[in-house]
């Protein structure tokens, strides 16, 4: 069995906006490239719930399969991208504090041994950088700061 390592990436934004406003952005998965500039495009299969999936197009890169593993309405959702070279999953949590909501989004990155020079030098540079802006166009869309 192959070695893997672990990357790990969190990004956090706190907004003014009513948890309901987030909410219908994330499970607008066909609109995604509107806060996210890494995405080209995304389509939805089925409802927003645990087990569906949806392909995302990533600027540059070929389609993606991703399953959703865990969606809570009006709190989280997780989904999971299997690579020939390893597992990207990608939390998205929301919490309120007081009348703003903290909106955190971690990636999780399991990567084949061999895999991992290139990945550390080409991906995950891009990954990281693109979380965090994710979470400043979605502030941006949804707050009313």
């Given amino acids: 069995m192959t070695e893997t390592q672990r990357f790990v990436a969190q990004a956090t934004v706190t ?13 607008d998965v066909n609109a995604w490239k509107t806060w996210d500039d890494g995405i080209d ?19 540059g890169g070929p389609p993606l399969k991703v399953t959703l593993t865990s969606v809570t309405q009006g709190e989280e959702f997780s989904d999971e991208t299997v690579l020939p070279f390893g597992t990207l999953v990608t939390h998205h949590r929301m919490e309120p504090l007081g009348s703003r909501i903290k ?8 990567i084949a041994g061999d895999s991992v020079p290139a990945f550390a030098r080409d991906v995950w540079p891009h990954l990281q950088s ?7 166009n ?4 949804v707050g009313s700061d």
């Fill in 41 to 59: 495009s995304t389509q939805l299969h089925g409802n927003f719930k645990a087990g569906n999936s949806y392909t995302l197009t990533p600027q």
């Fill in 138 to 141: 979605l502030a941006d869309l």
């Fill in 15 to 27: 907004v003014n906006a009513l948890v309901h406003d987030i909410w219908a952005v994330w499970v």
């Fill in 130 to 136: 693109g979380l965090s802006q994710s979470l400043v």
């Fill in 103 to 110: 909106v955190t989004h971690e990636l999780v990155a399991d």
